[in-house]
């Protein structure tokens, strides 16, 4: 509550990006994987706010072209992990379902 929802809707390439980026997952600050972090592929939904000290991400930016939060470097990527900088957690993800194709309920 209060807080930014990104809702994305991912590109094929966004997609085909983390999944070939799961190998390394265990290593990663929180491991994740691409299907772990987004219920269906084309769509990732995530809180909105840097996990480091509550910036506003910016969009297709960072050196994983997903979430870059200039405040203080940390980057993401297009699942919402924190690939760099100094962010401790991926960005969160709110409860949701999606209610039919063109439908999802938060919360």
């Known amino acids: 509550r209060s807080k930014p929802v990104f809702i994305r ?6 997609i085909a ?5 799961d190998v390394i997952a265990p290593s990663m600050r929180e491991p994740a994987t691409d299907a772990e972090r ?3 592929p084309e769509w990732l939904i995530c ?3 840097c996990t480091h000290l ?7 930016a960072g050196n994983y072209g997903g979430y870059f ?7 993401y990527d297009h699942a919402g992990r924190i690939r ?3 962010a401790p957690k991926n960005l969160e993800l709110p409860p949701y379902v999606f209610v039919d194709d063109n439908t999802v309920k938060l919360g």
Do not use: A, F, L, N
């Not at 809707?9 to 966004?14: G, I, Q, S």
């Not at 939060?69 to 980057?75: A, E, N, T, V």
């Open 9 to 14: 809707k991912r590109t094929p390439e966004m």
């Open 17 to 21: 990006s983390c999944k070939k980026d």
């Open 38 to 40: 987004c219920k269906k």
């Open 47 to 49: 809180i909105g706010v």
């Open 54 to 60: 509550g910036c506003i991400p910016q969009p297709d």
């Open 69 to 75: 939060c200039p405040c203080h470097g940390s980057h």
């Open 84 to 86: 760099q900088g100094p």
